[in-house]
């Protein structure tokens, strides 16, 4: 099915070559390509998939040789088998007694678990006949997983150009088209101008090779209608750049991790999947596009991703095979009556190689869990809440690895099952946003929950228990700790320091504190609102306050006009130039009496002082409210004199303490903070 063998050399007289001196592909599929985009039939997509993982990080931490049969063992089962144990027969879960038997220098170890009341999970010799106060963990694959992903994303361009899924905890999908596009254009500088015409629609032209070098890579044969003479085409250009690309990863995982690992390159994510597990281990093989159809001819559809579940054994029990050839002579109209329009016309398509999905950057998941089933049973609380702490550590490591450390992702809420008997019970909480997620949070959270449920009571004996968090969402950025606006150490005692010697060296009476406002002992305003007296010193050298008579409020022809001149606000000559003008006297810089107290007195009564419209008259600001109360009692007072109405004596009843009567004009609307009064009850 496979062949490694080269292109051969086109003879120059080749019909093939005369029939088509143009490329299939335009250069608006060129441009397509630099945008990894989906439709484009030059996409590269890469699968890796590291080989017989767990086996392959317990060699690695031992130091085993390569070839030293190696398994990894899950209580009394083997859960992971290296390829030189595979050689004697071999298979996952295979009983341990069976194993030994067929393979006797077989090395055996155990998957690494959480003992009872520990913090930290540890390799200990005798865990598989612990299996009642043991919890297996898998960190230690996940913590190598990690290193190789890094490792891979450094052997490649930075972003964007660089986009890697990762699919599980052993493989990953690349998606190289980006880089294959710059390579190409490096490489073949005769597409690497504009299209004639400016036509993105006109056919590229032919590579100039017509010889390509595959190495050492797996390369699936030919479809039935295609022959290794035809000349190749940007397409298997394409695909060869990317194997070249794919192999450079591979071995910068082998040099520095120590790990192997085999690929898949191929069009879409289907097929380069289907591929890496084509010829394994330490393998990669290329599946081009005029070679799909004959790779998948002889696979089973339940190979294929999404069909090995529910939806491939209703196929296989619909059409009473599991066989592509055979599905492939079904029509697409016979899918969709069988299967539904979307189901059926997405088989007929993916059996045919056909796939665009995206090379997802990041795979977001939807919940994490941690689980337990006991035998024996747990039968207090003491017992569950040291298991609560091990899948609390447990899921908090794997949150790690989410980005919950650099703030990414977060989930909203915490989730416990406890199983008693046939009953399984569940509590939810939602996890605190107002501090950062660790394993004492999440203790912490699932102790309360647990003491909800014993609460409740019949919590005992528990067969079962699972912790689990959902909710993820994406975490808040650019926020700042409350740290972040506090001062520490040298910085904070050099700034008190600082402060210090300001304080000496200011003098007495230069503080920054509000300096208090003397108070007019009169309700009126003296100096502001009496009449102008004849007996007035003309001189101007200081008369006494309460002997000025001054009316600021005549200078305006409106209470508007006064009202719009104080919010304005006005600087000090100004205003000593107006209330020296209404006095006669010179109180501005050049009349010298800039700081005498009487001046300074005038000045904060004129900028506080408040226009009554009703009497005509300028009050300070503070007794604003008071004076408003006066002349609401004297309109009460002057209501009451007059003869009795009933009428009347009823609105007044009806509006009650504080409100206006009834028949009062809106003219006299209350005023903000006025309080109103009901006098002669």
């Known amino acids: 099915m496979s062949s490694s063998q080269p292109f051969l050399t086109s003879s120059q007289f080749s019909p093939s070559k005369s029939r088509r001196r143009k490329s299939r592909y335009t250069y608006k599929h060129l441009t397509l390509l630099s945008q990894s985009s989906t439709a484009c039939p030059l996409r590269v997509i890469a699968h890796i998939d590291l080989d017989a993982f767990y086996a392959q990080c317990e060699g690695v931490r031992l130091g085993i040789p390569d070839n030293q049969p190696l398994a990894v063992q899950q209580w009394q089962g083997l859960i992971a088998i290296n390829y030189p144990a595979r050689k004697y027969g071999l298979h996952r879960h295979i009983p341990l007694t069976e194993a030994k ?87 073949y500088p005769e597409i690497n101008g504009p299209a004639p015409y400016d036509d993105p629609t006109e056919m590229l032209p032919r590579p100039p090779t017509t010889a390509l070098d595959w190495d050492t890579d797996a390369l699936v044969d030919l479809d039935e209608s295609e022959t290794e003479d035809d000349d190749p085409d940007w397409d298997d250009i394409a695909i060869l750049i990317g194997s070249e690309i794919v192999r450079g990863v591979r071995a910068v995982v082998r040099e520095r991790l120590k790990y192997t690992c085999s690929a898949g390159i191929a069009r879409n994510k289907m097929i380069a999947k289907l591929g890496s597990a084509h010829k394994k281990p330490n393998q990669q093989t290329i599946v081009r596009n005029r070679a799909v159809q004959h790779f998948l001819w002889s696979f089973k559809f339940t190979k294929i991703r999404n069909l090995g579940g529910k939806l491939g054994d209703e196929v296989v029990a ?12 079904v029509t697409i109209e016979q ?80 989730n416990l099952h406890h199983r008693q008997g046939g009953q399984m019970r569940s509590r939810q909480a939602p996890i605190p946003t107002g501090r950062p997620i660790d394993e004492v949070l999440l203790f912490d959270t699932s102790k309360n929950l647990l003491g909800q449920i014993v609460v409740d009571g019949r919590a005992w004996p528990c067969s079962n228990l699972q912790l689990s968090v959902g909710g993820f969402e994406e975490g808040p950025t650019g926020n700042r700790s409350i740290g972040g606006f506090l001062v520490r150490g040298d910085e904070a005692k050099a700034m008190t320091t600082s402060k210090g010697e300001d304080n000496r060296h200011a003098s007495p009476g230069d503080n920054n504190q509000p300096v208090k406002r003397r108070k007019i002992d009169n309700c009126r305003l003296p100096t502001l609102l009496a009449r102008q007296n004849s007996s007035h010193d003309s001189s101007g050298n200081g008369s006494d306050v309460a002997d000025d008579s001054v009316e600021l409020i005549d200078r305006f022809s409106s209470p508007r006009e006064a009202d719009q001149w104080f919010r304005d606000g006005v600087d000090a000559q100004t205003l000593d130039t107006v209330a020296g003008g209404v006095n006669g006297d010179s109180l501005g810089p050049q009349g010298g009496n800039a700081r005498d107290p009487k001046h300074q007195l005038k000045k904060q009564a004129l900028i506080e002082a408040y226009y009554c419209e009703r009497c005509k008259s300028t009050w300070p600001a503070e007794q604003r409210e008071e004076h408003e109360d006066w002349h609401f009692a004297k309109e009460l007072q002057a209501q009451e004199r007059a003869p009795p109405d009933a009428s009347h004596t009823s609105a007044i009843r009806k509006a009650g303490p504080g409100r206006p009567p009834a028949h009062v004009s809106a003219s006299k609307k209350r005023e903000k903070g006025q309080s109103r009064l009901l006098f002669g009850k």
């Open 101 to 187: 038997k067929l393979c006797p220098q077989l090395i055996v170890q155990h998957v690494a678990t959480w003992k009872e009341g520990d913090e930290k999970w540890a390799y200990h010799e005798d865990a598989f006949a612990h299996i009642g106060t043991h919890k297996v963990s898998l960190d230690p694959y996940r913590l190598e997983s990690r290193r190789i992903l890094a490792c891979i994303k450094e052997a490649l361009p930075a972003p964007p150009m660089q986009r890697v899924e990762k699919a599980g905890v052993d493989e990953v999908f690349l998606d190289l088209s980006a880089q294959v596009h710059s390579i190409m254009l490096d490489r």
């Open 318 to 329: 619909k059409f009473a095979t599991d066989q592509v050839k055979d599905l492939l002579a």
């Open 335 to 414: 899918l969709k009556s069988k299967l539904g329009d979307d189901t059926g016309s997405w088989l007929y398509h993916i059996i045919r190689g056909e796939d665009t999905s995206e090379v997802n950057e990041r795979t977001q998941i939807k919940s994490m869990l941690a689980a337990k089933s006991f035998r024996p049973t747990v039968n207090s609380s003491d017992q569950a809440i040291r298991w609560l702490r091990i899948f609390a550590a447990d899921i908090y490591s794997r949150l790690v690895e989410e980005g919950v450390l650099e703030n990414k992702r977060r989930p909203k809420t915490i």
